[in-house]
Each structure stands twice: as structure tokens, then as C-alpha cells.
């Protein structure tokens, strides 16, 4: 059977920059059916040269990252100092449906080429430009780790009697790649129908701040308190076994009373106070030992399958080597081969059933491979009458079953674009992550309190269903045949005993994609292990590379929600615009774990080529150095709450940042000594290094050592606490918070989207998060045409309501 990309060679795409970020970016519209162009100086893109192992890498080739980034693309060399180059260039792009622009590159620090440019030249293509701080902000020196730390995600991280601690793995970049393509297919959906493309601003730092604190601002200022004060772990978390690691996430007051017996300490379930994250993490190296104890007396594998009895969230904490043998990446060809190299890498975060499929990935280009060629002329389609400020998405339907916050942020895209998107819940069991709520003394409207559903609900109608009766399963049948999209991130059993299978669905709807998002699948030996964005990056690899190399791993502190999210909706998009083509619906399977397993691929992929297993490295690169956390002057009062210690981030990343920090610091004896002049080099004496930053920096409040570096143009920032987050002068500018009116928390902050479009939305937050059954009668009687006497007996008979049939615990 033939196979067809979503995209099927429709979308042409230039990418025109440099690093990571425009990289995953560009390589997910490709994997997606793109066709695409990789633009590159004479010298090629760094990231042909790249190696987190150190492995001498041929750069006309390029190593096995770029290869696996780079995969079924073009190369084409443009040298922008060269007699004629600018015209070819010029011709390239106005052949482009969407251009990927980072700076950083000879071509896109050559003014001609900046984005404003080339949408006035182009005026039919999208134009992606992923920046540090966004268009039109102040220029200053930053790097990933710069922006991790002005993010507040360390706050979740590592201990308090050590420096914070970053996510490791070029973590930020990776992220950002995902909201760039969506922003890119988005833009590109409302561009065919208006004919006019869009210039779409994206910025790591807003990136972070989605993917990384956990809502923070929106807690703070509805608690009236900073969240998370003190860097300390989850207890559980992640303990030593006899062969490596293994990892829990310990959620719900049942998991923690059932995880006492797991590890043989019935005395603590007798303990109240153990149930609450807070008194855990207080007695932290008293529980910890004792659960080292008893984890380091079995293999990872007898572990996971104890805790597997009692359906707790575990997995194996797995490396570069041990991910490749996964047994539920080995049973669902999760892992592909290189065409060329034969180096395995992960498949595309994505299944579509039928004879709709992800790319092939092929051959990666040598430099300069396709010098003289241009993208072949198309003819574009008319406009279909949309105007540029329509929203890509009105008039398209979605029926959200999801929870937590992997879930529902699939859907918060579409809602903020313009979706009818209608988030079904029961007063059985109403979204879990209202749980999280702020009134602890489960006072009246403790349901409605929750910080965390209230940043990722906005904009969407609620509905609540028993789906245990019949008559809502009914109900939710007659939906469906209305609905284009059906969205769910339950444990795979779930639909299938509410008799809602893919192929049910689709007999009343051919037209329907349905989007599946559980943790692990919903096949293969894991398709049943309960999962969370902790046992996600637990077992994908992301949480082996965060820590520092003489303790244990770390997480990230639950990034991979929003990442998984966020690809499930690039691949919903994706499922969109094949059904625009061919008119009919289709099954789209986006496992949180596929998404993990993507962006932790250097690992695997240095494994196979080089066969070297990365480690954590606590804050410093694998790529170059010096980068680390310094301690300045500890605040004096603290910082609302937040601990006393101050600290500072510096990354180099050039040869010319090292000469500066060493002149700014007065390190004359480093910057002469000739072995510390490449990045290798650095990497070998970065103790001594640390040394002097750390003696310049101690003396210093934080803030001034931070603006004589930016000053030197050297990337640093403070380590941003979580309290005042959403108030730092890079965030206020680019407007990423919108205040928003909430019926209990009151007027709280809510982060926006990482991406800017030139035509809107330009307020995404337009209706706060749903009460609880809320829209229960507008949607019955104005969809399904129900009575109001009908709305009456379903309230009657606890089909529906708006207010949660049982306590907190669930």
C-alpha cells in the first residue's frame, strides 16, 4: 500500500538560520511532508560539527545529529559576500511557502535577509523567526542555559545545599523547534485561505516559561504566595536498583498509600501528614534512604514489574544505550535506522493509521549538494475568501476528553485559535488537575481553584458526563457526528470500555480524527502502565541527563506535558490538512513517550554512532565552556519567601565570548594560555575556570555581575526565582501573561502561546477556563436539540451537573 505524507509535498520550506531549535523545527515539517531546502554558509551549519561525545565529525558529511536533523532535506551553499548570491537566494525564497529564520548564520546576519525583509519581498510565505527574546526586543547576549535560568524552571529541581540545576540536553532548544512548526502550519493554514502568508515571532525564553514552571505566575498571584519555595525533590522519585535507576511519580493520595506497601512501610501510610508532596519533601533523607535501600536490593526490572501490580507510575530510568532495547520501543518500531549510516534514531513522535503515514526518513545532504537548484514554480490558490485576521481555526470542532496538562494543552492551541473546542468531564470524576487546587480546606468551589486548569482550559466550553450510563455515551455519539476532532489522553483501556473505539466513531463520522495521547500507546507490552510527564522523561531519557554526575538523575519537573502536547497538536494539524486534501478522517496516536524519546534523540543516536552513553553534567554543555551556576551576594531580606541564596548563569558558546569573559572577569592568564582556546580544551580544564568565574562572581550582588557580562557580550542572566516570574521586563514586553478574570481565583496571569502572529490573535485568553458543567445546557440544547425539561432529567439523574460527586482523593 502506498503510503501518503500528510503534507504530500505541498509545503516548500527554506530553512535560513542556525542551531537546534530551527533544526527540529524544520525536521518535523519535513517528517511531516514538507519539502525542504537547508540553506548554509560556506562553511556549513555548526551543527554539522557537532558531537556531544567529542567524535571527530567530516563536516561536508555531517555528524550523526544532523544527519538525523538534516534527514530527506536539500543543501544548498550561499555565500552572501559572493557575486550573484543574493539574486539566487532571493529567487529561493520567493518560491517558499514558509521560511524557518534564525540568526546566527552568515546569511541571517546580513540585514537584507531579516525576517521584515523578506515577508515585504514575499508576501505569500510565512516567515518563522525563532529568537531568544522575540522581534524587536533589546539585544542581549543569551544562550539555552541563560534562558533556562530566567525561566524559574530550577526552582523544581535538584537540592537547596547545591547550585540550581538546569534540564540537560540542550533541553530549551528542542522545545521551541515544536512551536515553531506549529506556528509555521498554523500560519500556513489561514495563509491558503487568504492567500497573504504571515510573519510568526517565536521566542525561547516564552518557550521556557510555558514548558517549564508549571504555571507558577498564575499560583502566585491566586494564592497570593510564591509557588514551590525551596529546591527540593519529589519523594519519591528516582533510586538507585542493583543494575541502574528506576522511577516513580507518587500523584494521588491511593498511589502513595499504595506505594507504602510496595517498599514494605506500612507505618508510614498510618501517617496523615505523608500524604502531602510538602511533609515528604521536609523528611526527604530519611524517606529516601529507606526507599534506596529497598529498590537497591532488586533489579530495575523487578522493581517496575512490583510497581506495576499496584498500577504506580514507573519506569526504568533509561540512557542513550538502554533506550534503543526498550521493550515497548523494540515492539512498536519506535526506533528507525539511518539510510545511510545504518545509526538508529527515533521514528517520528507520530502514527497515523492507515495509508496516511510520517515520512520515510531519507539521506541527509553534503554541503553544497544541491547548489543550482531552485524549488519548482507552483501555482498558488486563490484566496477562498478567509481574511487575514480569521483565526486558522473557526469553524473546526473538538471534543477534548482529556485531563491534567499533557492533554488539555493539545486542545488550548486550538482554542486560542479560533477552535470550538468542548472539554468533557464528569462529576464522577472531573478533570484530575482540579485537584490542585488552592483551597485545601475543600471549601465551597475548591474545584474551581485550581491554578493549573485554569492556565490551560481557557477559551473552551465545558460539558460534563457520566460516561459509566449509556444514555451519555449516547449523547457523546451524537456529538461526534457534529465534531471534526475527537482528543483524548486516557490509559488505552478507557475508550475501549466506553465502547468508543476509533472504528465506531468513524462509522458515524467518516470525516472524524481522533487523537489518542496516552502515556506509552495504546499497544505494545506498556500500552497499560499509568504514566505522568515525570515517568515519561523518566523512561525516554531526559531525566538521565539532568542532574549532576556524582548523584542521581533529576527531572525536568514535568516539561514533557506541554512538549507532548504541543506535538500532538502539530500532529493534529498535520491530520487536518490531509483531510482537507482527501476529505476523509483518520486515527492519529501521538504517545508521550514518542515525544520524549524525540527530544532526548542525541543520546541514542551517539550510542549507535560513537558508542558513548551521554551522562549528566550538572550545569555545564557537552559542546562547550565554560557554563555553569555562581553564587553572588545571597539576598538580604529573602525574596518573598523564596530561598536566600542568589545565583548566576554564564554560557560561552564562542571563541570570541570566551576572550570576553576572561577580560571582564580579569583572567589575562587564561585568555593567553593557548590550550584553553578551543572549546575542547575548556571542556578539559573547566574545574580551574569555574574556579575564577566563581571567586569574580561571589563577591557581586547578581544583577550587576549579570550587566558588566552582557556588556562584555558575554550570555548570562540571574537565576530568575519563581515569585515575580511573569513580571521580568523580557516577558512584560512581548505581553506573554494576560490577566485574566477567573470566577474564584480573581483576576490571575496566563501565559499565552510562544509565537507571535502578524495577524492575530492578538488576545488569546478571550473567556476564562470552564466551570465545572458549565456550558451543560447551551451545548445540549443548542447542538444536540434537548429540551430543557431533557437538561433537567440528566441533571436529576447525575448524567450531568456542576458539582463533583466526591473529594479530593480521586
Known sequence: MLVQTPLNDELA????????ASAYCTKLLVDGGAVAVWV?????????????????IDPQIGGPLFQFLAASTQSIVVDPAGEGACAALWNLLERADVVIWSPGSPITDVEAFAPARIRARCPHAVVVAITNFGLGMPDRPAAEFTLQAMSGGWASRGRADREPLAAGGDHGDWAVGIFGASGALAAWRRAQATGVGELVDVSILDALHLTQPFFAPTFEIGAGRPYRAVRSPAVPLNHPTRDGYVGFQITTGQQWLDFCILVEQPDWAEDKTLSRFETRAKRGDELTAIIDAWTSQRTTAEVVELATLFRLPVAPIHDGKSIGEFEQVVARGWRSTNPVTGVAQPAPPYIIEGDIGARVPGASPRLGAHDGTV??????????????????????????FTAFWAGPIITHFFAMFGADVIHVESIQRPDGIRAATLRHDMSEGWWEASPFFAGTNTNKRGLTLDMGQAEARELVLKLVAQSDVLVENFSSRVMQNWGLTYEK?????????????SGFGNSGPW???????????????????TGFADDRPEITGGACDPIAGSHAAFALMLALAARDRTGNGMLVETPQFTT??????????????HGVVLGRNGNRSWVHAPQGAYRAVDWDPPYDGMSRDDWVAIS???????????????????????GLSTPKGRMECHDVIDQQIAEWVRPQRADDAVAALLAAGVPAARFQPLAGLHAIPEVVARGLYEEVDQPVLGRVPIIGYPAKFEFGPYRLHRSPAPMLGQHNAEILTELLGLSEDDVTRLEAAAIIGTRPRMGIAW
Request: charged letters at 20%; glycine letters at 10%.
Open 652 to 674: 560561552v558558546t564562542s571563541d570570541a565570548e570566551w576572550k570576553a569573559l576572561c577580560a571582564t572577569i580579569g583572567a589575562a592568564a587564561l585568555a593567553a594560555d593557548p
Open 596 to 609: 520524549g524519546f524525540n527530544i532526548s534523540a542525541e543520546q541514542l543516536i551517539e550510542y549507535s554512532a
Open 527 to 545: 500500552k497499560d502502565h499509568v504514566a505522568y510527564a515525570t515517568t515519561v522523561e523518566q523512561a525516554s531519557g531526559l531525566s538521565w541527563v
Open 13 to 20: 520550506v527554506v530553512h535560513l538560520g542556525s542551531g537546534l
Open 40 to 56: 548554509e554558509g560556506p562553511e556549513g551549519d555548526p551543527l554539522r560539527r557537532r558531537s556531544a561525545s567529542g567524535a571527530n
Open 375 to 400: 524549488l519548482p514554480a507552483r501555482e498558488r490558490s486563490p484566496s477562498a475568501g478567509g481574511k487575514p485576521h480569521d483565526l486558522p481555526f473557526e469553524g473546526v470542532r473538538i471534543l477534548d
Open 505 to 517: 466513531l468513524r462509522e458515524i463520522n467518516p470525516r472524524l480524527i481522533m487523537v489518542r495521547a
